[in-house]
């Protein structure tokens, strides 16, 4: 039997990267999936390609820090597949990190907060009724290695991947009660299209090889596969934890 078998699984952000190789992974794993981004094309791509691999995948576009855009999505996906299991937020951006706090603007602080961590307690907020009906679900909430140690000129990444953590907590011991699980994973760094553009305009690359004891970054199936584990039922006396992915970059 496959892992995640008449399971349905919404991951946001799910058009490249790490999202793509969850959404793609947990469709082999015998998951109906529900896809959402912002990037239309990139998303319609990703689910048919998991529909020529065999899988199960419906799409839209999302602006995940929207109350109204969950609640649309929410009801969309139970009205397809008539459940809701598992929600990865996955969801989120770097912001500019160049630059002092001083320099920073109060708008980009809270477009970051907004997409990495409102989206968040959104999801949990709106998913957490459909998986009371059934007495169970899994929450993965993607945080960051910047969530559990500080970067200079990252202050509101760093926020916002903290607040992911801790806000983590809070809900698992929350929903326990209804046999939900919610967990965060953070990944260290992940060759993804957007580390991508952030090498091309510094020397970020070199910078996190270096910082990796495995002297190298991670592929995001790497990452998938950490979140496949917290989706399935091998990991049902798991919530309120930390998976960390980072090649031993939190161990210096």
């Not at 349905?8 to 015998?30: D, Q, R, S, Y």
Request: proline fraction near 2%; hydrophobic fraction near 40%; charge should be negative.
């Amino acid at each position: 039997m496959k892992r995640l078998e008449n399971k349905v699984a919404i991951i946001t952000g799910a058009a490249g990267g790490m999202g793509a190789a969850e959404a793609i992974l947990f469709a082999a794993e015998g998951a109906k999936v529900f896809i959402t981004d912002v990037q239309e094309a990139k998303l319609k791509a990703v689910a048919e390609e998991i529909k020529r691999q065999g899988g199960i995948a419906e799409y839209a576009v999302q602006d995940v820090s929207s109350e109204q855009s969950w609640i649309d999505m929410a009801e969309k996906t139970e009205l397809l597949y008539g459940r809701i299991d598992i929600l990865v937020n996955n969801a989120g951006i770097t912001g500019n990190l160049l630059g002092p706090i001083e320099d920073r603007s109060v708008e980009e602080f809270n477009k970051v907060i907004g997409v990495n961590l409102l989206s968040q307690f959104l999801g949990v907020k709106t998913v957490v009724p459909y998986m009371r009906k059934h007495q169970s679900g899994s929450i993965i909430n993607i945080s960051s290695i910047g969530g559990i140690i500080g970067s200079a000129n990252a202050t509101a990444y760093t926020a916002s991947k903290g607040g992911s953590r801790s806000f983590t907590k809070g809900a698992a011991t929350e929903f326990a009660k209804d046999n939900i699980r919610v967990n965060s994973v953070h990944p260290g760094y992940v060759a993804t299209p957007m580390t991508k553009e952030m090498n091309g305009a510094s020397d970020f690359e070199q910078m996190a090889v270096g910082a990796t004891p495995l002297n190298r970054e991670a592929n995001p199936n790497e990452v998938a596969y950490g979140v496949l584990y917290l989706a399935s039922d091998e990991s049902t006396f798991t919530t309120g934890s930390e998976l960390i992915i980072d090649g031993g970059a939190t161990a210096l």
